[in-house]
């Protein structure tokens, strides 16, 4: 597609409910990453992967917090039992080839927020 | 390590006149630093980049910023305000060594009065 796309824009769960998010970067881009942005908070690093593999996991805040991506395509975030502290917006970016480097931008959906009741 | 303070949450400002949204930043390697802006309820768009090049970075919608690496910083500036300006900015911070992984300051708010 044109840009990265995120699905759902919005979900509303309970308490202890499984959520999942999904991410379609620019076609060809081989760097995904993942953040996390809380109401009035800046980003939050969680994933990134390179192709089908995530190299730097550091940020995901707990177990309850998975990813993969498949066919250096799409990404799935996942969060288990989900807490109200899991409330935010997560957010999907790419990159492509160029884009590794430190000097490359990143492309960003316009993110899933998440409400947890 | 890496770091990216924003100096203020909040800015405001009137329509014509200028903007200046401050960022330092601290990187044990060369930094890359870049700006964001995020419009409600949507994704974040690059207003411009520094990458060791010229240290003066012009961008899009009138805005730009320069690299001061004595003073550690890459503030964001635009000579004359307008309503449409009106958004979450983030500076953003890459090393040349490490991981890559991009970090972002805690945003500063745009606000500009008729």
């Known amino acids: 597609g044109a840009g990265v796309s995120q699905s759902p824009s919005n979900k509303v769960t309970e308490k202890g409910k499984d959520v999942e998010l999904r991410c379609d970067p620019i076609s060809g881009h081989t760097a995904l990453y993942w953040y996390r942005q809380r109401l009035g908070q800046g980003l939050e690093f969680l994933i990134y992967f390179q192709g089908n593999s995530a190299p730097d996991k550091s940020g995901l805040p707990s177990d309850r917090f998975s990813a993969e991506r498949t066919g250096e395509s799409v990404s799935t975030l996942t969060i288990q039992r989900t807490q109200q502290e899991d409330s935010a917006v997560y957010l999907c970016?790419?990159?492509?080839?160029?884009?590794?480097?430190?000097?490359?931008?990143?492309?960003f959906g316009e993110g899933s927020r998440l409400t947890v009741l | 390590a890496q770091s990216v303070t924003q100096l203020d949450s909040h800015v405001s400002v009137s329509e014509g006149t200028p903007v200046l949204l401050r960022c330092n930043y601290s990187?044990?390697?060369?930094?890359?630093l870049f700006w964001y802006v995020q419009h409600p309820n949507k994704g974040l768009q690059l207003l411009l980049k520094?990458?060791?090049?010229?240290?003066l970075v012009k961008g899009i919608n009138g805005f730009e910023a320069e690299f001061k690496k004595s003073e550690t910083s890459f503030h964001l500036t635009k000579p004359s305000a307008h309503m449409s300006d009106a958004a979450e900015y983030f500076c953003v911070v890459r090393s040349s060594g490490g991981s890559y992984i991009p970090t972002f300051g805690r945003g500063t708010s745009l606000i500009v009065h008729p």
């Open positions: 990187s044990s390697y060369s930094p890359s």
């Open positions: 970016a790419s990159s492509n080839q160029a884009g590794l480097g430190p000097t490359g931008e990143l492309f």
């Open positions: 520094y990458t060791s090049a010229a240290t």
